[in-house]
């Protein structure tokens, strides 16, 4: 046997062939590095447009501006692809490395209780993720949020199916009338719709909000105060029944909404183990250490 061939042979070979077997997750489910591929997300994701719907997506970006192109074509132009599970504390959304979470949460929730029992991502508040939330946001960019919220239904789905529960609700956090009519869409509930496709959990409207300024005009340490008892329960549907109550918005900053709304449903009678809290993005601090090097840009503000 010739040298090449004992060095196939071997126990070594470099490079590693298809035959290779990965490194196995570690037995929480979570991905060994932050880096490491989505699971969750089908690998053939995002897809490349064709010729044809490249020169469609030019023509309407020219005319229309850049949300007219899919989340999924710009994702593959740039290369983007949400992060993985384990990129982010389970308990409280803050981005982590390797082997900073464990089953009581992070660094930076431990000793904590917040108003929720588990908190769900979609990524860190920067690049196209932000860019989408925007459109969505500012634009009315209606099918960029379906794009979002599926991806993000397709992540919730996952951690669903990882703890195996089943049934639940999804409960956008309310967007008050006056801002609706100003701004022409209201985002959380189109981001909800498409968290319900990917996720197939239905959509209640169970929440309410009286109008205040907006969360961006006001200073961090305002932000508790601004939004206190400013969101409450509504409608004529009483509490949801069985299974999780998933507390759906766009971006968590200092975490002051989210924690209104988990406190107006827990005011239904729903149990904090019940409740999940969900968003697109978070705005993660930047000085965290676990917040992502290599792997893409830190958060723009605080967490």
Not at 189 to 215: E, M, N, T, Y
């Amino acid at each position: 046997m010739n040298a090449e061939g004992s060095e196939r042979a071997g126990t070594f070979v470099w490079p590693p062939g298809p035959s290779v077997s990965p490194t196995p997750p570690p037995s929480n489910g979570t991905s060994p590095s932050p880096c490491a591929p989505p699971h969750w997300l089908d690998a053939s994701w995002p897809k490349r447009p064709s010729r044809a719907a490249q020169a469609i997506g030019e023509v309407e970006r020219v005319l229309l501006g850049g949300g007219a192109v899919s989340l999924q074509a710009r994702a593959a132009q740039l290369g983007w692809r949400p992060e993985p599970v384990g990129g982010a504390c389970w308990r409280c959304a803050e981005s982590v490395g390797a082997f900073e979470v464990d089953d009581t949460g992070c660094a930076s929730c431990h000793g904590t209780r917040p108003p929720w029992a588990r908190f769900v991502r979609l990524g860190v508040y920067d690049a196209l993720l932000r860019d989408a939330i925007h459109e969505l946001k500012f634009q009315a960019r209606r099918g960029v949020g379906m794009e979002m919220g599926r991806l993000l239904g397709q992540r919730l789905g996952h951690e669903l199916r990882s703890l195996e529960l089943g049934g639940g609700v999804i409960v956008p956090v309310p967007i008050s009338t006056r801002r609706r009519l100003q701004r022409g869409v209201d985002h959380t509930l189109v981001l909800a719709r498409g968290v319900a496709r990917g996720s197939g959990l239905p959509v209640r409207p169970l929440l309410r909000r009286r109008h205040r300024p907006s969360q961006l005009s006001v200073p961090l340490s305002g932000r508790e105060e601004n939004v206190r008892g400013s969101i409450r329960a509504g409608g004529r549907k009483g509490p949801p029944g069985e299974g999780v109550v998933v507390i759906l918005d766009d971006v968590r900053t200092t975490g002051a909404t989210m924690r209104a709304a988990c406190r107006a449903v827990m005011g239904l009678g729903v149990d904090r183990e019940r409740i999940w809290a969900c968003v697109a993005a978070v705005r993660d601090a930047p000085d965290r250490a676990g917040t992502p090097g290599e792997c893409g840009e830190p958060g723009s503000d605080a967490g």
